[in-house]
């Protein structure tokens, strides 16, 4: 079993204000604040986190990123949608990119920034998504954006992302 496996050794807890998930073999510091949370959360990693955990490193395997980034994103992205306190969009700071989308919890996008950048849809709130930036970068006002930020935006502001197509016949027609 890989140290980024689900098990039931794995639990939460708070440690000098922040949010940390424990498993066997290392400790995992999310970069939320106890006064960003909406709840404590209970210890146990639960079986239902183990399938949100599953569901967004599913997804983020489409990148092909490497093994402990993949985790940190999975775990933030589980504590972002599960724990986090919700906040205001702030739309502003980025373009439109996009007309009647509805993107869904777990789905990769590009958001209309200073130049496109990549996250993952956490949570679905109507009209606004919840997301964590999976790079840095720049608002349109120039403000600074880091991977592992949680922000939210309009529907409008995301577009789906579509990977890159290795395939031979990409390139026919």
Not at 32 to 46: C, Q, S
Not at 145 to 164: E, I, K, S, T
Request: glycine share 4%; hydrophobic share 50%; proline share 6%.
């Amino acid at each position: 079993m890989s140290a980024f496996t689900p098990s039931a050794c794995w639990h939460w807890q708070v440690n000098a204000g922040k949010l940390q998930l424990h498993t066997s073999s290392a400790v995992h510091n999310t970069p939320f604040l106890l006064n960003d949370l909406n709840a404590m959360p209970a210890p146990e990693f639960t079986l239902a986190q183990a399938e949100l955990f599953w569901q967004f490193r599913h997804t983020l395997e489409a990148l092909n990123l490497p093994e402990a980034i993949c985790f940190a994103a999975t775990i933030d992205a589980i504590a972002a949608q599960l724990f986090l306190r919700q906040t205001g969009h702030k739309s502003w700071w980025f373009t439109p990119v996009s007309h009647l989308y509805l993107p869904q919890a777990t789905e990769l996008v590009w958001i209309g920034a200073a130049e496109p950048l990549l996250a993952i849809i956490t949570a679905q709130h109507g009209n606004c998504c919840q997301l964590l930036l999976l790079q840095q970068g720049h608002t349109l006002q120039g403000k600074q954006l880091y991977a592992g930020q949680v922000l939210v935006l309009l529907n409008d502001r995301v577009q789906a992302f579509a990977a890159p197509s290795h395939h031979p016949l990409a390139k026919s027609a």
